[in-house]
């Protein structure tokens, strides 16, 4: 053996014996509970909502069959029609224009002959997900000439068993009134890929539309509601505020095609559904019977942010389409409608139910106010053209509501020309929020924790309105949520929290995917049809937001704010309500941390802290279907010794410490 080559073992040799765990220096990290930097803001860390990734259609609205009222560009996508003799024009596409602008279309079947076979068979959002022994309410809009038609109701398992069933009796002749039938039946087994059969029975000929089935256990059991399972992942998480309806689809693809929100209240089959912008907007993740229906509308998000406690903060179209589209702008001299809508909305939201909006919202049975506090205007907006028409939001809005608080976008990018003119504009304008997007690599967000000690205190607050770790690169079908982005974005969020002073508000990017029909990753929750689980931000996420406090107080080593070194990130904040010191530590390096933190100030400080660590075997470790929980917090308590916790920081690990002052 060579010289080079005995010195080489050795060194390998001796590095291997090394304790996996390092000192660094034994340096203390002092905790002052008694002075105060700032406060946090009730909204702090909150949720953001688009459709996208099926988030709404296919995901939490738990509608289950697809283009229930045949308006998807083609009528009959997601159906099949089944006939044992092929009577021609026996299923007909029928479009009342005329008569019903927003949801035109509806079948017309006609059967001549008892003997034959005649149904329709309709997919669901990437299969139906059916729960044994489960209640499932069916609905239809019908009306017929004969009364002789019944409508033969199955759901069927992947493979193929029935597992449920119901015969609908439209018993009476409508003539030209459409009326609504309505029947619930129980299951018999469950499936992930379920799809339902409707055969139509008899001799006759029925209209039909919006057909509909949702299954009995939603969201606070609501009729036509939300998927409870997934619903309950957000109000697990006591977010601040709801952001909605986006992201992109707030501009659309061109401006016929943005985010309406009067388009999406009242009676849902008078809704008009629009082709979901993110339907083929990535050629490589091509989603074409994406649509959005509206079923989820305003109403429906301002009753979620209530029911979950947060605040509602919808995002409106500031009069300019989506600039990676068309970037079409609506003329200055026709924005008038656009301003219309913001101010309407504040109407609709809090307005006393006997004006026009309020009223609107009393008919949908909630007459007490929403308390909607802010708005957006315009998503992911750039150039002066964004500028101008802002100018004119903000003037009208305020001139009627001058507490209201506005929130503008900064573009697409956290730095770069768009992102330096927007911020200098906006800041002359006195805005109040600045909405600031950071799609990056997780090494961004580890350099970039610090980004907020040295912003401007006075002027504009910050709203770190979506962001994400990025393992492969910005909408790579690679990137994965694994625990090397959590822990990044961790440890970006002790800055986000050092700094509440600036930045008041925060939301990871995009929430929810489909496992079989996303456009988009990494996303905070993964779904199926049937089961949804969190996803290591997502732990990340709620642990910042149930551990939120009040007060920021300063947690320093060396008198500095700990941003990197000894690779850790550190912020902490006191709860005044609980009477509480909480202590968030990221330790972004591949090993093992012993530390020490001295808690100062504290007039009782208890004996033991509640802790609670996202680890894991690997950075690389991820969540999934079969093992939901491979990276999810764990509990336990540590004693406190004197004013001090010796603390050993597992490597790449997020802790959090709880300790009664
Ligand atoms: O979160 C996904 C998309 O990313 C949002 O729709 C958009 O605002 C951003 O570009």
Known sequence: MSIKKILFTVLITTASLLPLVTNAQNKIITVSTNKIISEVQPTMWGIFFEDINLGADGGIYAEMVKNRSFEFYQPLMGWTVTQSKFNEGSVLVTNRKEANAANPRYLQITKSNTGDTLGITNEGFRGMGIKKGLRYDFSVLYRQQTNNLKLHIELLSTSGKIIGNAIVSPAEITGKEWKKISLSFTTTDSTLKGKMNVWFEGTGQIDIDMVSLFPEDTWKKRPGGMRADMIQLLADMKPGFIRFPGGCIVEGHDLALRYQWKKTIGPIEARQLIINRWNSEFSHRPTPDYFQTFGLGFFEYFQLAEDIGASPLPILNAGMACQFNTAEVVPIDEL???????????????GDISTQWGKVRAAMG???????????????????????????????????????????????????????????????MNADIIDEHYYRKPEWFLANAARYDNYPRDG?????????????ATVSINNKNNLQTAIAE???????????????????APLFAHIDGWQWTPDLIWVN???????????VQKLFSINKGTNVVPALMDGKAVSGQDSLYVSS???????????????????????????????????????????????????NFSNPATVSPVNSVISVNGNKLNIVLAANSFTVYRVGI
């Open 460 to 472: 504009a607050k910050v709203f770190a309105g979506e962001y994400a770790a990025q393992s492969d």
């Open 366 to 428: 909630h007459p007490a106010s929403f308390n909607l506090k802010m708005m957006g205007v315009g998503n992911e907006n750039w150039g002066p053209q964004y500028v101008e028409r802002l100018k004119i939001f903000s003037k009208a809005i305020k001139a009627r509501y001058p507490d209201f608080k506005l929130i503008n976008s900064s573009g697409t990018d956290p730095d770069g020309e768009r992102f330096n003119f927007l911020n200098g504009e906006l800041r002359k």
């Open 573 to 623: 904040v006191i709860d005044k309500s609980t009477g509480e010191v909480i202590i968030k530590i990221v330790n972004a390096s591949n090993i093992a941390i012993n530390k020490i933190i001295e808690i100062k100030g504290a007039s009782k400080l208890a004996t033991k802290a509640n802790v609670t660590v996202l680890k894991s075997n690997s950075i690389l470790d991820v969540n």
């Open 336 to 350: 008038d409608p656009y301003v219309q809508d913001a101010l309407d909305l504040i109407e609709f939201a809090n």
């Open 529 to 539: 049809n049937l089961q949804s689980y969190g996803t290591p931000n997502y732990y």
């Open 490 to 508: 961790a440890a970006f969020m002790t800055g986000l929290e050092r700094n509440a002073a600036v930045v008041n508000l925060a939301s990871y």
